[in-house]
């Protein structure tokens, strides 16, 4: 397997992607963003068009919602478009390859936006009550200690300790993961607003998909899981025509949170909520596409020592690096079998979809 597709830095990724998308005679198009990457590099969400222009059926492919994850989804983008299924797209078939939705969290290797959102939690109606995530504003102080010596994290783990002990394990989860709209400063924020990339994603999918009829959106993801599997999580509505259709296409191995046979549990403001809405007008499934990789709690301590550099410390300064290649080390690790995995069971989705939109 050619791990050649996968990159150590975003600007990498991103000429991985544009040659390849130039060389399959993709349609790209550039979504420039408006700050600049830690060596001073443009950022842009850059998308390849693949098949007829007036396609009706459509394979959405996506990368980065969470920024650092976006090493691992670039790769098998990237393969995506070198290889077989891009070759041979039926009629009336075409893929939409989106690289880097959240470039400024992949140039820096964050999980969030520039805003410190959570894009996956971005997605809420904002002109609606925001949901409420209690459990959040009790912890919020704990999660995101001002300094990481012994003592202050010692306090705060002892903290997270005593709450889950009172509430139960499930409780921390949703109150750490499921989405906050009260702490800008916090982890897990769903912000105030669309973010630039959720406008950005919005502009793509008017521009490309306002005449498709039926639609498969993959969007790659990793840190929840076993090693190297890759769990197709799904949020629809759980009976709804959307469920149905995914389990069609991608078969038993379709996982629904809001049944708790995901290894995700139920969150505020997912990318797929907005999807239905944007995608109304159209027959679509969607899934999350997420790779495992390390035990939760090395998560916590990743984005807990990357939350700290960006609110406490200086993204510049001699700590910064250290920090920033431990959770990309966290989300994409540095190890063939692994990635291996992602590029074997990408393609096997990928397929699936293609399949499941011919039939
Ligand atoms: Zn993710």
Redesign the pocket.
């Known amino acids: 397997m050619d791990l050649s597709v996968f990159a150590r830095t975003y600007e990498e990724a991103r000429g991985k992607f544009l040659a390849a998308a130039r060389a399959a005679g993709a349609e790209i198009e550039h979504w420039p963003h408006p700050l600049k990457g830690p060596a001073g590099e443009a950022l842009a969400c850059d998308t390849a068009w693949l098949g007829p222009a007036g396609a009706t059926r459509v394979l959405v492919v996506i990368s980065a ?2 920024g650092v ?1 976006g090493f691992a989804g670039s790769g098998p983008q990237v393969a995506l478009l070198q290889g077989p299924l891009a070759r041979t797209l039926p009629a009336d078939t075409a893929m939409l390859v989106m690289h880097a939705v959240n470039p400024h969290g992949f140039a820096w290797q964050r ?1 969030v936006t520039e805003e410190n959102v959570d894009l ?1 939690r971005n997605w809420v109606d904002f002109t609606l009550p925001l949901p409420a995530n209690p459990g959040y504003a009790e912890l919020h102080a704990h999660y995101c200690p001002p300094a990481l010596d012994a003592a202050t994290l010692d306090a705060a783990e002892a903290a997270i300790d005593a709450w889950t002990a009172r509430h139960g394990l499930h409780a921390e989860r949703v109150a750490r993961s499921t989405g906050q709209y009260t702490h800008a400063d916090g982890i897990f924020f769903g912000g105030t607003g669309p973010t630039w990339a959720r406008r950005t994603s919005e502009g793509i999918l008017g521009k490309y998909l306002a005449h498709a009829r039926t639609v498969a959106i993959v ?1 790659l ?4 899981g076993p090693y190297g599997y890759g769990e197709p999580i799904c949020n629809h509505a759980p009976g709804s025509a959307r469920v149905q259709r995914a389990r069609r296409w991608w078969g038993d191995s379709v996982t629904e949170p809001l049944l708790g046979t995901s290894s995700s549990q139920e969150k505020f403001g997912l990318t797929e909520f907005g999807y239905e809405r944007a995608l109304a007008h159209a027959d679509i499934a969607f899934v ?1 596409l ?1 790779f495992g990789t390390y035990a939760p709690p090395r998560g916590g301590i990743v984005l807990r020592d990357d939350h700290w550099l960006w609110q406490h410390g200086d993204p510049h300064g001699p700590a910064a690096a250290a920090i920033r290649d431990a959770l990309r080390d966290h ?1 994409f690790p540095p190890h063939a079998d692994w990635q291996e995995m992602v590029l074997f069971r990408a393609d096997q989705v990928f397929r699936q979809a293609l399949q499941g939109l011919a039939s």
Do not use: K, P, S, V
């Not at 993801?221 to 929840?224: F, V």
């Open positions: 919602t969470h994850e999980r996956n969007d993801h990793t840190g929840l999350a997420e989300f």
